[in-house]
């Protein structure tokens, strides 16, 4: 059974930082493209970041270019959100997401994914 499972969310300060991980089970990542998502209250999930399958291309939503970075894990099967310079306005479920994919860029439009984990809170709050 294909399964992600999202890890790291939690209470933070404005300004703080957090590291998010998307650990795969049952399938490799290595052939799939991932992407975070996040859903606050009362909003529409929106599209956050992806990586590409090799992790050479990746993508940003405007409000966290220059904050957040998506990478891939040297283990195998973890691909990572790092998070600094928190606001308000990221608190949310952040959610991450496969497809499997061996060529292109990666997209942030959550109908492209088949794959998704349970979600894991993010607030940031004094």
């Known amino acids: 059974q294909l399964q992600l499972v999202e890890s790291g969310g939690g209470l933070v300060q404005p300004g703080g930082s957090l590291r998010l991980s998307c650990a795969a089970s049952g399938f490799t990542l290595d052939y799939y493209l991932i992407g975070w998502f996040r859903q606050a209250p009362g909003k529409e999930r929106e599209g956050v970041s992806c990586i590409s399958r090799s992790g050479g291309s990746t993508n940003y939503a405007n409000s966290v270019k220059g904050r957040f970075t998506i990478s891939r894990g040297n283990a195998k099967n973890t691909v990572y959100l790092q998070m600094n310079s928190l606001k308000p306005e990221d608190t949310a479920i952040y959610y991450c997401?496969?497809?499997?994919?061996?060529?292109?860029?990666?997209?942030?439009?959550?109908?492209?994914?088949?794959?998704w984990g349970q979600g894991t809170q993010v607030t940031v709050s004094s």
């Open positions: 997401a496969a497809v499997r994919k061996l060529f292109g860029t990666c997209v942030l439009s959550d109908e492209s994914y088949d794959y």
